[in-house]
């Protein structure tokens, strides 16, 4: 299975080209910045306290080095920072998380690469036997999740539907019939405080 940062990635790679479309980059970069620390806190990396400010409870070296860079910059701090301040840090470091993340989703054979550009590998192989890619796959499983009332999402669905919505990336996922189910679906799940509500935090601020 693919981390929240490649899944989030793969959500919103152009279901034809496997790019990264010019008018969600602004957007993309906060929620791959909130991505990421929800992969540290999944991994048991970080804790986020009641001040919303971010320490690191685990500093031992992995194999991602993604995760090792963030941790280390988390350490090399000065001080306790808050969420929506590692969000920008990240953020800022996007291209080469996005560079980094495709070279993996190659690597487990989610995309492949031409001469000029990547393309969707087919068949994705948890979605056998189903012949499809990694972006119909992960994109239906999500449009599932809130279309049908009786499935009940898991704390990574629910944590990336969240991000997905905070940086206002449903087009990406969600036909335009949908998105109105999507929205209310959202609202009376709620978003939580946290990193879902630090990445729209820092979007309304960024980008007025």
């Given amino acids: 299975m693919l ?95 996005i560079n980094a993340l495709i070279d993996r989703l190659c690597e487990n054979h989610v995309l492949d690469i031409t001469r000029s550009s990547y393309i969707w590998y087919v068949p994705f192989e948890p979605a056998l036997p189903n012949v499809v890619s990694a972006k119909y796959w992960y994109k239906d499983k999500l449009r599932q999740v809130v279309l049908k009332p009786d499935l009940e999402p898991s704390a990574h669905e629910m944590l990336l539907l969240q991000l997905i919505h905070a940086a206002d990336l449903e087009s990406m996922v969600f036909t335009r019939d949908e998105r109105k189910a999507v929205r209310q679906w959202i609202k009376e799940k709620g978003i939580p405080g946290g990193i879902p509500n630090a990445v729209k935090d820092v979007i309304d601020e960024e980008m007025i």
């Fill in 3 to 97: 981390s929240i940062t490649e899944e989030l990635l793969v959500l919103t790679l152009d279901l034809k080209h496997a790019h990264v479309p010019d008018k969600i980059r602004p957007r993309l970069k906060y929620a791959l910045g909130g991505a990421l620390l929800a992969q540290l806190l999944e991994a048991g990396l970080i804790e986020i306290n009641d001040h919303q400010r971010v320490q690191v409870i685990q500093s031992e070296l992995s194999n991602d080095p993604i995760i090792d860079e963030a941790v280390q910059y988390i350490l090399e701090s000065s001080s306790s920072r808050k969420v929506t301040h590692w969000v920008r840090i990240f953020s800022q470091r996007t291209k080469k998380t």
